[in-house]
């Protein structure tokens, strides 16, 4: 697997899988209606934020991450990101690998930490990965998202230090 540079060339791969996990309404707080150009320009970042693509050997787009500055200005010290993974290609590993390559992008680019401002408490393999690579649950928003079979449930805000 390769994680390399977005393009908007990728946004055709990225859009189907984009569209099916924003549209199942469980796992981002976006609206499940989101059109195809409104979610590019929210997922496709320009620098110095970044949006990254993870690749098989022959090209397919097996899932994305954003990296960005959480706040700005005094608080621009901490990065987030955000990840979506083909359902295709699920429990491959390729959730992993863009967490950690995130990581090692905030570390490089010299911020402090990484927070996560909106990780749904029922995406429990989301939130078992975040912790293996060294995130807490500093707090948790009680029914801050609401999930379409699950009703209002909570929302972590996940941090580790870099």
């Known amino acids: 697997m390769l994680i ?3 393009t908007a060339d990728d946004w055709p791969a990225i859009w189907p899988f ?3 996990v924003v549209a199942a309404g469980e796992t981002f707080p976006y609206p ?3 059109g195809m150009a409104e979610a590019r320009d929210w ?3 320009a620098a110095p934020n970044r949006t990254v693509v993870a690749v098989d050997d022959m090209g397919t787009v097996l899932g994305t991450a954003k990296m960005n500055r959480n706040q700005p ?3 621009a010290h901490v ?3 955000s990840y979506m993974v083909d359902p295709a290609y699920e429990g491959r590993g390729v959730g992993r690998a863009l967490c950690e390559h995130t990581v090692a ?4 680019a010299g911020f402090r930490g990484m927070q996560f401002n909106a990780v749904v408490e029922t995406n429990e393999h989301a939130v078992a990965l975040y912790r293996s690579v060294g995130f807490d649950v500093i707090g948790t928003v ?6 379409p079979a699950k009703g209002y449930v909570g929302v972590h805000v996940m941090y580790r230090s870099l």
């Open 73 to 75: 200005g005094n608080a």
């Open 4 to 6: 390399r540079e977005a």
């Open 32 to 34: 499940v209606d989101l």
């Open 18 to 20: 984009f569209h099916t």
């Open 105 to 108: 992008w905030a570390r490089a």
């Open 79 to 81: 990065a987030s990101a």
């Open 43 to 45: 997922w496709l970042l």
């Open 142 to 147: 009680p029914e801050g998202f609401h999930h």
